[in-house]
């Protein structure tokens, strides 16, 4: 202990009037911290341990010297951006931001992602980030009708579904109708034997169905009501290709024309538009309806606009009939297309600037394309020589799913009302129902209208075929 310490120091001498003041000087002197008698100690600074911080990872130098100066240079950056002046220090003594410990840590103890505990501190860890898998799509339909005389001819479009869920299906002289809510089936008509149906489609509101026959014919029914509103003429050959547009609804045929006819007037037709060389067997509006695709056997694809009577744009890329299109619900222009068995290729468009944007070989006879609205995937059907159904995911064309059971080409295609379930038909004379796209809230989820509405097992009923055979009239949908 020095001399000088206040432990060697001789007591004085106890006085009555010094009492006070001794035991102060008491407590003063046996205690490491004076503490008033009157009032608790507070106080306004606060200096705090920085034993636990670490600036390891900031490389600075080890020396007392050296980590102040550093700090000092980082805390000058951070608070006066890199051009700060640098000022000299002045203070004697470089305790201020000296602290008592250094614990060194590994670099990974701070990473967030790192959750193994048998890594050890020195490894060398690498994080890979979780990939969310691919959805998985059922390998089998889970539903199958026997769809007797459905026809095996690439350039008719025999099957679509309402906004209403019901089906519509051409079988020889007939269109049958199959309420996917309550299974039932009706005939909706009967065109006679000299006569058979080429084409379906329904309006995209309400309960109108046009119907192309093999003698030029469009007709339009009221489904509700199993009645014919009206038979409208301008095709010298069959009518192949549907489209309908509010209340304008477009017809092609194998005479090469596209007439447009507004059910609101008299007239059978207000144009009639000319610019394809042999069948036309593809037609879609956009769904904006300011412009109408039309795909024919003389491998053009054609743009038209609502005023035309003249393609606005032609693309002569394909090298066999177009009759697959589908316009993207998600881009405004997106156009894709498909070619036939000497061509076999999906290729994409866009039709505001006029460019052409990827090509796809599938390596099979592209009959149907269909895009997905509740997420940017399209699905394509095929022919020679696979027979397969394949989910694509856009822009990356990467295959989502292929799907396969048809033995002859899938020509038609459909898709539910809510986006989740496609039907597929082709010459073997089946519909097959493939869950293959998520709803729209989720993934997961399916709405009462579609796929969870059918069951999830999969059935072979012969229901058409029975209607087919017994001729039942048309009735309640």
């Not at 199958?144 to 079988?171: C, E, I, K, T």
């Not at 799907?403 to 459909?414: E, F, I, P």
């Not at 209208?449 to 055979?469: C, K, N, W």
Request: hydrophobic share 30%; charged share 20%; aromatic share 10%.
């Amino acid at each position: 202990m020095d001399k000088d310490s206040p432990h060697n120091l001789p007591s004085p001498s106890p006085s009555p009037s010094s009492s006070s003041s001794s035991n102060h000087v008491k407590r003063l002197l046996n205690s490491d911290h004076y503490i008033s008698p009157s009032k608790s100690l507070c106080s306004d600074r606060f200096i705090p341990c920085r034993s636990t911080s670490n600036f390891a990872l900031f490389d600075i130098p080890s020396s007392e010297k050296d980590n102040s100066t550093a700090y000092n240079s980082l805390l000058r950056t951070a608070l006066f951006g890199p051009n700060a002046p640098v000022t000299p220090d002045k203070r004697s003594s470089g305790n201020i931001f000296r602290y008592k410990t250094e614990t060194r840590h590994n670099m990974h103890a701070l990473s967030p992602f790192l959750v193994h505990d048998d890594v050890r501190p020195d490894t060398n860890y690498n994080y890979t980030p979780v990939v969310k898998p691919h959805r998985k799509v059922p390998k089998s339909p889970f539903k199958v009708l026997d769809a007797p005389a459905l026809q095996d001819d690439f350039y008719l479009n025999l099957v679509d579904w309402s906004s209403h869920n019901v089906l519509a299906v051409g079988l020889g002289s007939c269109v049958y109708l199959w309420n996917a809510s309550s299974s039932k089936v009706t005939r909706l008509c009967d065109l006679g034997i000299d006569d058979y149906v080429c084409s379906v489609e329904w309006a995209h509101r309400g309960t109108y169905i046009a119907v192309g026959t093999s003698k030029g014919k469009v007709k339009i029914w009221d489904a509700s009501q199993c009645k014919t509103i009206r038979t409208m003429d301008g095709h010298r050959l069959r009518v192949g290709a549907l489209a309908w547009s509010s209340s304008i609804l477009s017809s092609g045929g194998r005479d090469k024309s596209i007439y447009q006819r507004d059910i609101r007037v008299k007239e059978d037709f207000i144009s009639k538009m000319s610019g394809h060389k042999s069948e036309v067997c593809g037609l879609k509006w956009s769904y904006d309806n300011r412009e109408l695709a039309s795909g024919g056997n003389d491998n053009r694809l054609l743009v038209w606009n609502n005023h035309s009577t003249q393609p606005v744009l032609k693309y002569c890329e394909h090298t066999a009939a177009v009759k697959a299109i589908a316009w993207s619900p998600h881009v405004n222009g997106l156009l894709a297309s498909g070619g036939g068995t000497a061509d076999r290729c999906i290729r994409f468009w866009n039709t505001t600037t006029n460019s052409h944007l990827n090509c796809v070989d599938t390596g099979s006879q592209v009959c149907n394309l269909v895009w997905s609205k509740n997420v940017n995937e399209l699905v394509s059907t095929h022919g020679y020589s696979q027979n397969q159904i394949i989910v694509w995911k856009y822009p990356s064309m990467s295959k989502v799913a292929t799907l396969t059971g048809h033995t002859y080409r899938v020509l038609y295609l459909a898709v539910s009302p809510d986006g989740q379930t496609i039907v597929t038909g082709a010459g073997d004379e089946t519909l097959r129902f493939w869950n293959v796209f998520p709803s729209q809230k989720s993934q997961n989820a399916e709405t009462e209208i579609g796929a969870f509405s059918f069951g999830r097992t999969t059935i072979r009923t012969s229901t058409f075929g029975m209607l087919y055979q017994l001729g039942k009239p048309c009735g309640e949908l």
